[in-house]
């Protein structure tokens, strides 16, 4: 009921695609959700799914207290698809505690049953003085930068021996994704949440923590909940940091998306 509200209220203030091409993504947690809420998900509008999976192993999963069957994971990609989502997408991350070339290898290949559109294959990033929940994972137990190599290099060469296309850095997609299509015809954007297809368009952020891209600035909601009720309520936006870039800054932003988005 409140997403739906949500919906609701973004349809009254904004001008929303009604041609057929919009795409309306949401992201799920497998642990939070049953498969018979794909349907009222399809029903508010949304079209393309995103999925965090991480890793299928049952160790590595303990590790980073992530812990979520193959079932539950495949039960809800076949929900999603028979209530007419578009588009399913995969997260997976590579350089987790225990994981090895092998491991990792079987992982990707029970993934790849699911036949998902898009995958995104994320660098672990260890920065346990950042996020709190990674102070659990003992850093010996963490693949070396040899290893970490070798396990993109292996997703990169199954993907491809499979028929995904390598968008660049960390996502792949089957060929006829809008992905690949945008990045043929010089429309692919890369933004915080990863590669898009809809580039020199503004990126307006709600709710905590969220950064938002308009023209040459960029802004950074507050973190907290008390900070964000107390802006809204006196009227003013949630931002506490943000930037306006200089030309020097634009032309290095022009250089950098060339380079990541149509190499």
Do not use: W
């Not at 349907?39 to 992530?66: I, K, M, T, W």
């Amino acid at each position: 009921d409140e997403l739906g509200e949500l919906i609701r209220r973004i349809g009254e203030r904004f001008r929303l695609q009604s041609d057929g091409n919009q795409e309306f993504s949401i992201e799920v947690d497998p642990r939070t959700i049953e498969p018979e809420g794909m349907a009222p998900l399809y029903a508010l509008g949304f079209n393309r799914l995103s999925l965090g999976v991480q890793d299928l192993e049952q160790r590595v999963q303990e590790a980073v207290n992530r812990v979520q069957s193959f079932a539950k994971t495949r039960d809800l990609i076949d929900a999603a698809r028979a209530s007419g989502f578009q588009s399913v997408s995969l997260d997976l991350i590579y350089g987790l505690p225990h994981q090895s070339v092998a491991s990792f290898d079987a992982t990707i290949d029970r993934v790849l049953t699911l036949k998902p559109d898009r995958l995104a294959i994320y660098n672990y990033a260890h920065l346990p003085h950042i996020f709190r929940a990674q102070r659990m994972i003992d850093a010996q137990d963490i693949p070396s930068p040899e290893t970490k190599l070798k396990l993109m290099e292996l997703t990169i060469d199954r993907l491809g021996e499979l028929g995904y296309v390598y968008i660049g850095m960390d996502h792949f997609a089957l060929p006829e994704d809008d992905l690949v299509q945008a990045r043929g015809d010089g429309t692919l954007q890369r933004n915080f949440q990863g590669y898009s297809t809809h580039a020199h368009c503004d990126l307006a952020a709600f709710g905590v923590t969220s950064i938002g891209m308009v023209g040459n600035t960029y802004a950074q909601n507050v973190r907290t909940l008390d900070e964000y009720y107390a802006a809204i309520d006196a009227g003013e936006l949630a931002v506490f940091r943000g930037i306006e870039l200089s030309r020097d800054d634009e032309l290095r932003r022009a250089v950098i998306t060339q380079l990541i988005c149509n190499f």
